[in-house]
């Protein structure tokens, strides 16, 4: 079975990350159609789990952020096997990049980074407070967590492009675009 690549060579795993309001899960969401590649977003993996919501309260936050990453890992891998590509939306750190290049590069497939940010905090504070994602199962944010979030993640190191959701989302995109049919 190959599936298709839509102009790629071989599957690509697409991570979009960045703290909430700077349009991560909207470029994700775009690329993934684009792709005709499926969307993983730990926002709503974890919301799928609300029917558990009391266990998950005592769990840590390493626990539980290795929760997030470990659902979101299970599905990557099960597109991987199908040969097919995915994209990913969520926060992540150093150890989970570096695990998930691990498994693209096991199953033969590319891994891009793309971090979303917001360069004007009145903008980016303007688009968090007046967003409502209606995800079953999950809380809507505040200001107050995206700087706990800044706070926790900090600065994404290593090779990635860099998208500012001051720049209107249609140029974005064909940065997203053509940062994808770069070839590693």
């Not at 690549?5 to 349009?23: C, K, N, S, W």
């Not at 470029?27 to 590649?37: Q, S, W």
Request: aromatic share 4%.
């Amino acid at each position: 079975m190959r599936a298709e690549r839509h102009g790629l060579e071989r599957p690509v795993v697409v991570i979009f990350t960045g703290l909430p309001g700077t349009g991560k899960s909207t470029m994700a969401d775009r690329t993934a159609v684009h792709l005709g590649a499926p969307a993983f977003s730990g926002d709503w993996l974890m919301g799928a789990l609300q029917p558990a919501a009391g266990q998950l309260a005592h769990l840590d936050r390493d626990t539980h952020l290795r929760l997030y990453h470990s659902l979101l890992g299970s599905l990557l891998t099960r597109q991987l096997l199908l040969g097919q590509s995915a994209v990913l939306d969520c926060l992540v750190t150093p150890g989970v990049v570096e695990g998930w290049r691990s498994t693209a590069t096991e199953h033969g497939a590319d891994l891009r980074i793309i971090e979303c940010v917001c360069s004007d905090v009145a903008l980016h504070r303007s688009r968090v407070e007046g967003r409502v994602r209606g995800i079953p199962g999950w809380h809507e944010i505040d200001w107050a967590h995206v700087e706990r979030m800044r706070a926790e993640f900090g600065v994404l190191g290593g090779e990635h492009l860099t998208l500012d959701a001051v720049v209107p989302m249609d140029r974005n995109f064909r940065r997203v675009c053509d940062h994808l049919r770069r070839q590693e």
